[in-house]
């Protein structure tokens, strides 16, 4: 009712500025003024039972209309895409930092900023007198080591060692016989013949009489039979001795030992001489000269090393992006960074909320602002395992490869943009929506379809759904009606 007065008075006021109702006034002035007035009230009341019967009207018209409909829609054909959209950065596939692992003046540089390099390209050189020095000396230390005089002492050493070890085998096996009693009766008997020559050759000494110094050759050969007689005994008393009594465990190791150790040594002495020749010598093989000769090698092997690292070789092939070097100064970390810009690739930033929906693998769409109207297709190649900070936010970072390289894009590397990630999509597929669904406890979804006028339950199955809009699989066709709602009852 309270609509009424506001149109009630714009009428009056519209009656008051139109000709006629100054005819009509100069008519009723001459009435008496209570007579005016009833006529008056008479009117407005007309006026305003008429307009409340028209609303009222109104009101009941759309509260049947209301209470007879069912909120309905159609099934259609059309196409479905999920995706979580976010920011990110055009980055180069891949970017190596560039540095001499030396240190030195700088005496070549055969790039500039810009340049296209390949892998493996001389890119610059540092002053290597003092390492190539090095190299020369440290060659000719080893070719010392493997020259014939080296060779030929190393034949010697083996010679003597193998002498050395079979003197240590018979005594060894001299202790192991001591009970055999035919030995030690024969070298008793050689005994007894080496003390009765030495008895007589000391007696025809001592019968000539030689003084302080031999005279003449009678006595030379005296003094010779004397000497030979005198060696001849003690060794007939050194086996006599060894094979009369029994030996002491502490002989039988030591001479045990003494074999061990000449095996050992000969050992050594075969395989420095095998290594020194060019031949292969076991991994776990030792001896004094053996270490020596590897380590004469490794300095060859860490001298060269350290020629090459003065020149500095490409890592990857790309673009030189960044230049810190001039001819002449002293080569101190990052010489320069090389991009991979073959191919274009995106560092993206997505709410946490979308986690679910980045996976590797995933198509995506990118697009610039440089660019108005263009996109760019690709795919996920990485996510983060775990969300990073930005700004204080938890984000979910991950990086995708674009179809295209960095050159056909036309835009430099950092320039950002706008990524759409797209966890699924379907198309020519029949979407109803997402109100249309009712889902049962164990899962799975029906739908009310309109069947003559009345709504008839169906199990369907869904596909992709967002937050408007499902895809059916089954049980609902294009065209089909679908409640999406309740009946109204207001």
Do not use: C
């Not at 999920?82 to 030195?104: I, K, M, N, Q, R």
């Not at 050992?264 to 095998?274: G, I, W």
Request: net charge negative.
């Amino acid at each position: 009712m309270s609509s009424i007065f506001p149109r009630l008075s714009e009428l009056i006021k519209n009656i008051r500025n139109s000709e006629k109702p100054r005819r009509l006034t100069a008519f009723f002035v001459g009435w008496p003024k209570w007579v005016r007035w009833t006529a008056l009230a008479v009117l407005v009341v007309g006026i305003g039972a008429g307009s409340f019967a028209v609303v009222k009207a109104n009101q009941v018209k759309t509260a049947a209309t209301q209470t007879a409909t069912l909120q309905t829609a159609t099934a259609r054909k059309g196409s479905l895409v999920l995706e979580a959209s976010g920011t990110g950065y055009l980055v180069a596939a891949s970017e190596a930092s560039v540095s001499f692992d030396t240190t030195g003046k700088i005496t070549n540089l055969y790039v500039k900023l810009g340049d296209q390099v390949d892998k493996g390209e001389l890119l610059a050189e540092l002053d290597a007198s003092s390492q190539q020095t090095a190299l020369e000396n440290a060659k000719a230390a080893l070719q010392q080591m493997t020259s014939a005089e080296a060779v030929a002492t190393a034949q010697q050493t083996i010679a003597a060692d193998e002498l050395t070890v079979y003197n240590a085998q018979v005594t060894l096996n001299s202790l192991k016989n001591w009970q055999n009693a035919a030995l030690a009766q024969e070298y008793y008997a050689k005994l007894v013949m080496a003390k009765d020559q030495l008895d007589k050759a000391q007696s025809a000494y001592d019968g000539a009489n030689v003084g302080e110094y031999i005279n003449n050759t009678r006595e030379a050969q005296l003094y010779q039979n004397l000497y030979t007689a005198q060696q001849a005994y003690k060794t007939a008393s050194f086996y006599y001795s060894l094979y009369s009594q029994k030996p002491t465990q502490r002989q039988y190791d030591a001479a045990q030992a003494a074999l061990d150790l000449a095996n050992a040594d000969l050992e050594n002495a075969k395989n420095y001489l095998t290594a020194i020749t060019g031949g292969t010598v076991a991994e776990d093989a030792s001896g004094s000269a053996l270490e020596q000769f590897r380590q004469a090698k490794l300095a060859v092997q860490t001298a060269q090393e350290n020629l090459d690292a003065t020149k500095l070789y490409a890592p990857i092939s790309g673009t030189v992006m960044t230049l810190n070097a001039t001819l002449g100064q002293a080569a101190s970390g990052t010489i320069m960074t090389i991009d991979d810009l073959s191919t274009a690739n995106i560092q993206f930033y997505m709410d946490s909320s979308d986690w679910t929906n980045v996976k590797v693998g995933y198509e995506v769409s990118v697009t610039f602002d440089a660019l108005n109207g263009k996109t760019f297709s690709g795919t996920v190649t990485q996510v983060m395992p775990g969300l990073v900070s930005v700004q204080g936010s938890s984000m979910v970072e991950g990086f995708a490869e674009l179809q295209n390289s960095v050159s056909e894009i036309g835009l430099p590397v950092g320039v950002e943009a706008a990524i759409d990630v797209i966890s699924g999509q379907a198309s020519d597929a029949v979407l109803v929506p997402v109100e249309a669904l009712h889902q049962l406890s164990d899962g799975s979804y029906t739908v009310f379809v309109m069947v003559d006028g009345k709504p008839t339950l169906r199990t369907v199955e869904v596909g992709l759904k967002d937050d408007t809009f499902a895809v059916i699989k089954s049980g609902v066709n294009a065209g089909d009606v679908v409640t999406t709602g309740i009946v109204e009852t207001k």
